[in-house]
């Protein structure tokens, strides 16, 4: 079992930054593929960022140049640093802790924190 806790979520004016963290918890954290997803009111929820347990990263083309997340192995945590802030950046951002796949570098998250909100005004 694995149990994920976002922070670092809150409000921002529109070119500004925020990192989120996700503490991990459960003995196969090292070995799992970890990743952030966001859903914005109104919208479905979409993938944002995932890194492999050897620190592969893979971005959405939405996010990618302005986002970068890091894992912390040794403290079981994962980051997301937010730069170049935009409103549309606004959303409930959501830690998850999955599979990666090397064939295409693509994700399937299995398990999913609670979320932590980030808005960005402008």
């Known amino acids: 079992q694995v149990q994920l806790v976002e922070s670092g979520g809150g409000s921002v004016q529109a070119g500004g930054s925020l990192r989120l963290s996700c503490a991990v918890s459960g003995d196969t954290y090292n070995k799992r593929c970890m990743g952030w997803y966001r859903q914005a009111a109104g919208k479905q929820r979409e993938w944002v960022s995932h890194?492999?347990?050897?620190?592969?990263?893979k971005y959405s083309d939405s996010v990618k140049g302005r986002f970068t997340i890091s894992r912390d192995n040794a403290q079981n945590t994962v980051f997301l640093q937010m730069s170049s802030l935009k409103v549309e950046d606004t959303a409930m951002y959501y830690c998850t802790a999955g599979v990666c796949y090397d064939e295409d570098n693509s994700y399937a998250p299995n398990y999913w924190g609670q979320g932590t909100q980030v808005t960005v005004s402008s």
């Open positions: 890194i492999s347990s050897n620190g592969i990263s």
